[in-house]
C-alpha cells in the first residue's frame, strides 16, 4: 500500500521523457518517473516544471491543476493520489500547453526544454523537448504551462 511506502528520494528517481500528443490547440508532453531504486516508494503531487528559454535560463513556472484537456486525474477527483513504485517502476505527470495565439497575437512563446523537479524534492532535470503534432518548436506556451499531478504508469493521466 501507499502508506508501507517511504517517500521517493533523490537518487531513487529517473526523470524520463514519454509521450506528446496534441488535440484542439492544446499540447501535451508527458514526464516519467521511474523508481531506479532498490525499494518501494511513493511520490504524491505535483512535479515542479519550469519553461526554459534558448539560454537554458527559467522563464515561466508551469500552474497546477488536477485535470487538463489531455491529462490529470478522473473527473470527480480532488486530491492527487499516492503513487507507490516498486523498483522498476514508472509514475507519470502531463505537461500542458497551447499552441493557438492568443487574441490578435500571430505566434506565441515557446520553450526548448523544462526543467522538471519530482515530486517534494529539490534536484531538478533539464529535459529537450521535440513535439509531434505541434506547429511550436519546443514546447508551446501561448496560455501558459500547466502541469497535472503524477499517476501510475506511463500515460500522465486517470481519465
Do not use: W
Not at 531513487?12 to 508532453?29: C, D, E, R, Y
Not at 495565439?101 to 529537450?128: D, E, F, I, M, R
Amino acid at each position: 500500500t501507499a502508506d508501507a511506502a517511504a517517500r521517493c528520494q533523490t537518487g531513487q528517481l529517473a526523470v524520463t521523457v514519454l509521450g506528446n500528443g496534441a488535440a484542439a490547440g492544446s499540447v501535451g508532453q508527458v514526464i516519467g518517473f521511474v523508481n531506479v531504486g532498490k525499494v518501494a516508494c511513493t511520490l504524491t503531487g505535483y512535479p515542479g516544471v519550469a519553461g526554459l528559454d534558448a539560454k537554458g535560463r527559467q522563464v515561466t513556472q508551469a500552474q497546477r491543476q488536477l485535470m487538463g484537456m489531455l491529462g490529470g486525474l478522473a473527473n470527480d477527483a480532488t486530491t492527487p493520489p499516492a503513487v507507490t513504485l516498486a523498483p522498476g517502476q514508472s509514475a507519470s505527470a502531463m505537461v500542458e500547453g497551447s499552441d493557438n495565439p492568443v487574441g490578435t497575437a500571430t505566434s506565441c512563446t515557446s520553450y526548448p526544454s523544462l526543467l522538471v523537479t519530482p515530486p517534494n524534492l529539490t534536484q531538478s532535470t533539464k529535459v529537450t523537448i521535440a513535439l509531434s503534432g505541434s506547429t511550436s518548436a519546443g514546447f508551446p506556451g501561448c496560455s501558459g504551462i500547466r502541469v497535472d499531478p503524477v499517476v501510475p504508469g506511463r500515460a500522465g493521466r486517470l481519465n
